[in-house]
């Protein structure tokens, strides 16, 4: 049975309860309000009570529309939506928003061992090309080859799985003219956690296939810049490997040295983020690109500090860190800045190496997702000019809220898209 769906601006009758945002009649339903946020808690309602053939009727504006998407989004239930008529330009965006999120949320919600390294990679490149054929090249370096070429962060945290680890480097070029990038984008790829030597205990561990967030994140940024019609080059770089356990993983103590000269000792392997990021943030600094956008699901502290519902955003460049919080809100997606000084890239010492990855103690100490940033930092060109790092703390639910399915959420890749057409 196929439910219709009205909007409607007055309160709902009495019978509903006082302040309800939904009431029932016949074979429809009318949500009582025109706020998007409370509208995609009305669809969550819906699936809830085992609902999932929808025809929204009536006005419905865009924002509305994907609201109710995002709200009615279920990982178990193919959810069948008849959408409400939009002008041409307002259908392309919502198709477009409604085609990365699917895909987006599939890779984040799919299974670490049908998504390892290498297929993640392959799978990112190849949606990115299925959208602009022509003009997408890429190079995917895979196991060994990374320590050849000197991409060490990633080798060293993938070497203990069996299943090797793979660093994909595309190019969106729509002039085909080779010119230099005007952004680059850097995604943390790990398809499991384990946290290595440092292990989490196995309630940690068992939402670990989300920490390829920033992969898909980053990736679900180009493709809706793309689909909203990107006439600029832009550059992607995603760190995929799995974070395991084996005779021949890497270790508490040691010490890795990337090609900018850092050395980095390693006092907690489940810091692992950070480390795979520094080999795509050394790679976007190289691109010349001036605006440099990384994302990662990297610490439990962004979440202690903004909860769920946002996105942490730090940044050594204060008018690229206002102008991207600017867009996100032009874009309905929450994101909050979080302190991030030039000091905080010495947060994490070492008696051994220029920096430890991490403080030893859980969580990186007080300030772990500030410390996190300033390692990174260590990384990019021009004092961290043009640079933004988002730390992804509402990019998946352990279970359900009411607003969003348990799983992947997609919050993030609207703001980056966006910034990459402004760029």
């Not at 990107?230 to 395991?244: I, R, S, T």
């Not at 955003?313 to 929450?334: G, T, Y």
């Amino acid at each position: 049975m196929t439910l219709d769906i009205y909007l409607s601006s007055e309160s709902a009758p009495e019978q509903w309860g006082q302040g309800a945002i939904l009431s029932f009649k016949d074979d429809s339903a009318t949500i009582h309000t025109n706020d998007p946020e409370l509208i995609q808690v009305a669809a969550r309602r819906l699936i809830t009570q085992g609902l999932s053939f929808f025809s929204l009727k009536g006005d419905w504006q865009l924002e509305q529309q994907w609201a109710f998407f995002q709200g009615a989004y279920e990982p178990k239930v193919d959810v069948q939506i008849d959408f409400a008529e939009l002008s041409d330009e307002d259908n392309s965006e919502l198709d477009a928003r409604i085609q990365v999120s699917r895909w987006m949320r599939s890779m984040v919600n799919e299974t670490p061992e049908v998504l390892a390294p290498l297929v993640l990679a392959e799978e990112a490149a190849q949606f990115i090309q299925s959208l602009a054929p022509d003009n997408v090249s890429f190079d995917i370096i895979v196991g060994e080859d990374l320590k050849d070429q000197g991409h060490i962060g990633t080798w060293e945290v993938g070497r203990g799985s069996s299943r090797p680890p793979a660093l994909l480097k595309l190019k969106y070029d729509p002039k085909n003219n080779n010119s230099m990038p005007v952004a680059a984008l850097v995604g943390k790829g790990i398809t499991f956690d384990s946290g290595g030597y440092s292990i989490k205990p196995s309630a940690g561990m068992l939402h670990m296939k989300a920490d390829m967030g920033g992969a898909a994140t980053v990736t679900g940024g180009l493709a809706l810049a793309i689909l909203r019609g990107l006439d600029k080059p832009v550059d992607l770089y995603l760190c995929c490997a799995e974070n395991l356990i084996s005779g021949h993983a890497y270790k508490l103590g040691d010490i890795l040295t990337y090609p900018n000269g850092v050395s980095v000792e390693i006092q907690n392997s489940d810091a692992e983020g950070r480390v795979v990021l520094a080999d795509g943030l050394l790679l976007a600094g190289q691109s010349g690109a001036k605006t440099i956008i990384d994302a990662a699901t990297l610490t439990g502290a962004a979440v202690t500090a903004v909860g769920g519902d946002y996105n942490a955003v730090f940044a050594l460049d204060q008018d690229a860190s206002q102008n991207f919080l600017e867009i996100a809100r032009e874009e309905n997606e929450r994101h909050w800045p979080l302190p991030l000084e030039a000091f905080h890239a010495h947060r994490c010492p070492s008696h051994f190496a220029d920096t430890a990855n991490s403080r030893a103690v859980k969580g990186g100490g007080p300030g772990g997702a500030s410390n996190a940033a300033g390692f990174l930092s260590r990384f990019v060109p021009n004092n961290g000019q043009g640079w933004i790092h988002v730390d992804l703390a509402s990019a998946y639910n352990d279970s359900p809220t009411p607003k969003w399915s348990a799983g992947g959420t997609g919050l993030g890749f609207r703001t980056i898209a966006a910034k990459l057409l402004k760029s």
